[in-house]
Each structure stands twice: as C-alpha cells, then as structure tokens.
C-alpha cells in the first residue's frame, strides 16, 4: 500500500511540472509594469498628501499630472473685526485752553497763567506782580462769552482793564488787554461767565511782560481753577 502511494505521488509530481510555463519576456514586463505603475501612483499620493497640508496648491496641466505652485491665499472675510476700537478720553476744555497759552518753558516773560472751568464769579488775586506793562490774553474754549476784569491791589476797584471774551470750540480768538501795573503788588482778575458758558466752557489766561525788564525763568506749569476750590488756584502738571 505504501509503494503505491509513493509511485502516485510521484506521477502527479511530474504531471504538474511538466504543465508549468515560465512567463517569459512579454508577461515579465507586464507585471513589472503594473508594479512600477501602483508603486508610482502611491508615491503620488503620498506626495500630493504632503504638500497640500503644506498649503502649496496643485494646478492640473496637460496629460493629467498636476504641478505645485504657489501656497493657496485663505478667502478674505467681509465681515468686520468683532474687536472693539479703543474708547478715547472726552474733551477737556480747561486743557484745551490751557493749551492755546504761550509756552512757559520757552517764554521767560511769562509771568503768571492759569486755567479752569468758567463759573459765574471767578476771582483770582496774583501777587508779587512787579510794576509792568503786561500783555494779557484770556481765552475760551466751548460755547458763550465770559465778561473779563482786571483789577489792581488785593481791594479796591482800580479798573486796569476789561473787555468780554468770546468763547469758541476751536481756536478761539482771545480776548487782549494792555494792563500798566503801576507798583509792585497785587492783580485781581475777574471773570463771569453767561448761561451758555458756565460749567461747560474751558478758560486760560496769562500776563507777558511786554518790556521784556520783567522775566521769572520758566514758571513752571499755569495753575487749574477747580470752582469748588474758591477763588485760589491750584498747581497743574504740563504734560511734561
């Protein structure tokens, strides 16, 4: 039983070998082609994979290839920025005003200035005014008039000047006085405001001496008028 199973095994062996054909040349480059064609194709797709998620976009060109070119622009958003726009502090009168004065750092023959808000009686009395000829500007930044005087001694009612100033949103035109102090002392400067004015305008005044025989160096900063402070000034920072 044994030797005729061998002897079957055998025949079927060489039955079967003798039923194989090698492929030769044409089914040889066939296969080799169907190969290179799917290494190729999963190459491109691993490429193509590459530079898209590199933003560089593909064009497609004759015979169906397609070319790298330049990274794809992202569209453009009409909508507007939901970030708001930084808020801006509201206007000050009394700086602006203050603004319109000479500059105290570079006019040595500025003797006194000072801004504020206008009220209905302001009063500012100055002292240690030398004898002068003096140069005052009274400015007003807002809406109305402001009736101006100015006064010698720290009593009495020695008028020096007056006139009514008119008050403007931008760059009022000033109110000029020629005031001649005639001793060494004090001035008093008067200003009333009307109904438009009052509370919402800005006002700056300042003395220059006109000679030129009357100079403090830079004077520093002009003085702020706040209403609530009574008739005494007080000192504000220039910005500088």
């Known amino acids: 039983m044994t030797d005729e199973l061998e002897k079957?095994?055998?025949?079927?062996?060489?039955?079967t070998l003798s039923e194989i054909v090698a492929p030769g040349t044409p089914p040889i480059?066939?296969?080799?082609?169907?190969?290179?064609?799917?290494?190729a194709a999963g190459t491109g797709?691993?490429?193509?994979?590459?530079?898209?998620g590199a933003g560089v976009g593909l064009h497609p060109r004759a015979g169906g290839d397609y070319t790298a070119g330049a990274p794809a622009e992202a569209p453009s958003s009409a909508e507007p920025s939901l970030i708001p726009e930084p808020s801006r502090p509201a206007d000050d009168p009394a700086q602006a005003a203050g603004d319109l004065l000479a500059d105290r750092g570079k006019t040595p023959t500025s003797i006194s200035a000072t801004a504020g808000v206008v009220t209905p009686s302001y009063e500012d009395d100055l002292n240690d005014m030398p004898a002068d000829t003096y140069a005052f500007h009274f400015f007003c930044v807002g809406a109305g008039k402001v009736d101006v005087v100015v006064k010698q001694g720290d009593s009495g009612n020695t008028v020096l000047g007056h006139g009514k100033a008119v008050c403007a949103a931008h760059d009022p035109a000033p109110l000029r006085l020629t005031i001649r102090q005639p001793t060494?002392?004090?001035?008093r400067v008067f200003a009333a405001g009307d109904a438009q004015s009052?509370?919402?305008?800005?006002?700056a005044f300042e003395f220059l001496s006109k000679t030129g025989k009357t100079t403090f160096g830079p004077s520093g900063p002009p003085y702020s008028f706040s209403p609530s402070a009574g008739s005494l000034p007080t000192e504000i920072s220039s910005g500088t």
């Open 8 to 15: 079957l095994f055998q025949e079927l062996r060489a039955r």
């Open 29 to 39: 480059r066939a296969a080799h082609r169907r190969r290179t064609v799917a290494v």
């Open 45 to 52: 797709v691993a490429v193509a994979a590459v530079l898209v």
């Open 184 to 187: 060494y002392g004090y001035l």
């Open 198 to 203: 009052n509370g919402r305008a800005g006002f």
